[in-house]
């Protein structure tokens, strides 16, 4: 599903060219469920948005179920975005004069998608995370837990390839760390391909893989 060859990303910074990632290589296999850890400043973020199709390389080939993304311009990239990747970030990334039901849909509404799927979609996917009876409510009317669990529904009602996870658990109490996981946990069984950014080493370790990277170079892959 994803792999990644002798991937580089420079940024400039002042005069100094600085090397995000040195030659990255990596293999994620359909329905696996990966977690990439690294400390602040290892490359995770860079590599989390190359995956994402959210950037490119600047060197090296980077394949999605088959298609040869380093060559993609900007709209292929923000259609691949919209078909194929799901997202859950620390944040929520919920606006907050929408609904819970409504956040959810807003992905459908860019991809054209009936009114009526859409809000059969939207029903599915919030029953699935057990916020259904939540539907109406603000962001502001939910927990942290909550609002994540609105974003994990976001992400599910595209019916994405890939659930992609940064930091999902860095905004929340160890309890509702512990909820969410377990949905992950979940929706892994159910056949989604799920791969999870963090620099917790015990949210890591809770997936069956991990891939460690440092100064922009992935250092060991655990199976």
């Not at 994620?28 to 590599?47: A, D, N, W």
């Not at 015990?202 to 990277?213: L, T």
Request: aromatic content about 4%; some cysteine; charged content about 25%.
């Amino acid at each position: 599903m994803i792999i990644l060859r002798e991937v580089c990303k420079f940024y400039q910074v002042g005069d100094e060219r600085v090397r995000a990632l040195d030659h990255a290589s990596l293999h994620i296999r359909p329905h696996e469920f990966v977690s990439i850890i690294g400390p602040s400043g290892s490359g995770k973020s860079t590599l989390m948005n190359i995956i994402g199709c959210l950037d490119i390389a600047d060197a090296g080939t980077y394949q999605l179920d088959g298609l040869p993304i380093e060559s993609y311009s900007e709209n292929d990239l923000a259609k691949v975005r919209n078909e194929k990747i799901g997202f859950v970030f620390q944040n929520f990334n919920l606006i907050a004069k929408l609904s819970a039901e409504e956040n959810v849909e807003l992905p459908l509404i860019y991809q054209g998608v009936p009114k009526a799927e859409r809000q059969e979609r939207v029903r599915a996917a919030l029953e699935k995370v057990g916020l259904l009876k939540r539907a109406k409510h603000l962001p502001t009317e939910l927990s942290g837990g909550q609002q994540q669990r609105v974003a994990i529904a976001r992400a599910l009602v595209t019916r994405p390839s890939l659930i992609l996870a940064d930091e999902p658990t860095g905004n929340l109490d160890s309890n509702t760390s512990k909820e969410i996981m377990e949905m992950f946990h979940e929706l892994h069984s159910q056949g989604n391909t799920i791969v999870l950014i963090t620099h917790d080493n015990d949210v890591a370790k809770q997936a069956p893989r991990s891939i460690h990277i440092l100064d922009g170079k992935v250092t060991e892959v655990e199976l």
